[in-house]
């Protein structure tokens, strides 16, 4: 696997580091389960990540990105297809201990999948002016961190 850094559009950029945030939430659930925290607080923490970033980042690839591609576009039926089971997992409220660790698990794949072939396939694709709205659409707000319950740092 190439560990050369992808080139991305100006327009996909604010996606990107929002991208680098979910897979610190990745490190830190993965943190958290290595040091015994207790799955409420990793569960608390892992509902204000998806509440206060998360759903609004799909939102956003959703409505403004993955049209680029059109919704036949077989990429864009995947990641559709991970966002629904990512945020089936967000919400469950009962077997929290494998909720939490399917979290981890497949919202970094997901990531992964966006950013090494995804985005790639949209930048290939789209035109200036495609990309030109969609950096119109998306509001590049800064990452606020939850200090709260810093469970990882335990």
Known sequence: MSTTPIKRHDALRSLSK???YGLVLCWKIRTGI??????ERIKK???WFYKTHLA???SIEEKHLFTILGPDHLLVKKALSQHRRLEKLFRQTDALEKAIHSIEEELEQHIRFEERILFSEIQ???SP???KAFLEAHDDTPFV???TDEFWKD
């Open 56 to 58: 609004a980042h799909f």
């Open 145 to 147: 961190e939850n200090t």
């Open 18 to 20: 929002e991208h680098h």
């Open 129 to 131: 002016e495609q990309l």
């Open 34 to 39: 290595s040091k015994g925290i207790e799955i």
């Open 124 to 126: 290939q694709k789209a």
């Open 45 to 47: 923490y892992v509902d």
